[in-house]
Antibody, heavy 118, light 108 residues
């Protein structure tokens, strides 16, 4: 199993960012994909999940209205778009695949650093 | 949401010593759905333990988890040099999923 994320981004406040997570080595539609972020020197923060079958989503309340998770089953890629970026959105964003039916994470992407700076 | 409080914030130990890390939940963790992760600088977290005490694939048996309800413990029986890292607990019984703030295990 491999999850390969897109490269680092630098964005201005108010802009949007879209991070990709390309999956390989398993049946993409068989496992929910989650997104977790980590601000510099801080802990882990769950953002939401997407069900690759049908594209159903669930977002943490903190990010409701600003985050959109999507997927492209033809390329086995999941996406996380965050709009209205603020300075405190500066963080490493990870995609993480569940191990089975329960939402703990056996596989992680390498992380994508998003820096919000004017 | 369930708040997870990890203690201590930092644990200073020597290789070969035993490490005991605590994770306390603000309310009972449903069905004992608690996991532990290890993170080293610049790396993604690595799953160590799930369902309170089940070791993930490839995790050595010096790592063990215990607890129930609101109090959980990760024990590393004898610290190896590669075990000096930050450890996070996570509950997945109740949405939103939440993580503890982490415990750093550093070399004394």
């Amino acid at each position: 199993v491999h999850l390969v994320q897109s490269g680092a981004e630098v964005k201005k406040p108010g802009a949007s960012v879209k991070v990709s997570c390309k999956a390989s080595g398993y049946n993409f539609i068989g496992y929910y994909m989650h997104w977790v972020r980590q601000a510099p020197g801080q802990g882990l923060e769950w953002m939401g999940w997407i069900n690759p079958i049908g594209g159903g989503t669930n977002y943490a309340q903190k990010f409701q209205g600003r985050v959109t998770l999507t997927r492209d089953t033809s390329t086995s890629t999941a996406y996380m778009e965050l709009t209205g970026l603020k300075y405190d959105d500066t963080a490493v964003y990870y995609c993480a695949r569940v191990r089975g039916g329960l939402p703990f994470f056996e596989y992680w992407g390498q992380g994508t650093l998003v820096t919000v700076s004017s | 949401e369930i708040v997870l409080t990890q203690s201590p914030g930092t644990l200073s130990l020597s290789p070969g010593e035993r490490a005991t890390l605590s994770c306390r939940a603000s309310q009972s963790v449903s069905s004992s759905y608690l996991a532990w992760y290890q993170q080293t600088p610049g790396q993604a977290p690595r799953l160590l333990i799930y369902d309170v005490f089940s070791r993930a694939t490839g995790i050595p048996d010096r790592f063990s988890g215990s607890g129930s309800g609101t109090d959980f413990t990760l024990t590393i029986s004898r610290l190896e040099p590669e075990d000096f890292a930050v450890y996070y607990c996570q509950q997945y019984g109740t949405s939103p999923l939440t993580f503890g703030g982490g415990t750093k295990v550093e070399i004394k």
